[in-house]
């Protein structure tokens, strides 16, 4: 398993000198993300990293009347469900925090995610996302 | 039953299990730990994942690792170096071709089977080729700006 690779620290810009507008630049990390070492966080592994996927609404809108985790958590190597309940503050946004993490009472859009299972490996997520009950 | 897969990437020869339903995408980066090559969309459709396959850019995430077999793979890593940048690479450097960097990758090597197979494109043969390739930061101007400056330096260095 590899460990977290940071990427390599950016070049220190030189001194921006008098008259410097007006100069081209050229991005700091752009040596690294023209030769595919710029690491984004898909790209980042740790040590016993687990996967997840989300289940995602196939409705436009729909109630949430019921959330069962049993059935998913069964499956060996799935280690958790995670549904908006387990999120303390389950708000955000940009200018107005009026986006949920995760959808609550009920979802608004297809696509909307609605819980997140963890497991050893992506395949027993995707398993696990395919067994939860909702 | 898992599948005996051997393919060449970037001109070394690699000999690996894989599921048989594993992408080619999947065994670059968590197999072969290459993560030059990006995963996007997993559909097809933003052309992040791009690879060569025998000079031919294809989405990686839609081809079978077994389809691979007996094949040469190009992927950003093998494209160029940090001390020896891919001409492709400098322009992109030099036109501020990025901007968060995350379509790179599939970009240089969609524009890279282009100049090797069309030298000195026109602007609409630049566009068509990375057609399938979405900036989502919108950066395609520069792009393409920098994809015709490698192809006229290119051809300017041909000249002794």
Redesign the interface.
Known sequence: M?VITRPVPPPVLEEVAEGAVGQRR??H????????????G??L?APDMLWAKAVRSPYPHARIVRIDPARALSIPGVVDVVTARDIPYNRYGFTHEDQRVLADDRVRYVGEPVAVVAAETLRLAAEGAQQLIV | MPFDLRFWVNGKEVHIEVEPDETLLWVLRERLQMTGTKVGCEAGDCGACTVLLDGRPVTSCLLLAPKAHGRHVVTIEGLGSPKRLHPLQQAFIDYGALQCGFCGPGMLLSAAALLAQNPHPTEAEVREAIAGNLCRCTGYQKIVQAILAASQRASREEIP
Do not use: H
């Open positions: 590899t050229c991005r990390d752009a040596l690294l993300q023209v030769t595919g070492q710029a690491m984004y898909v790209d592994r």
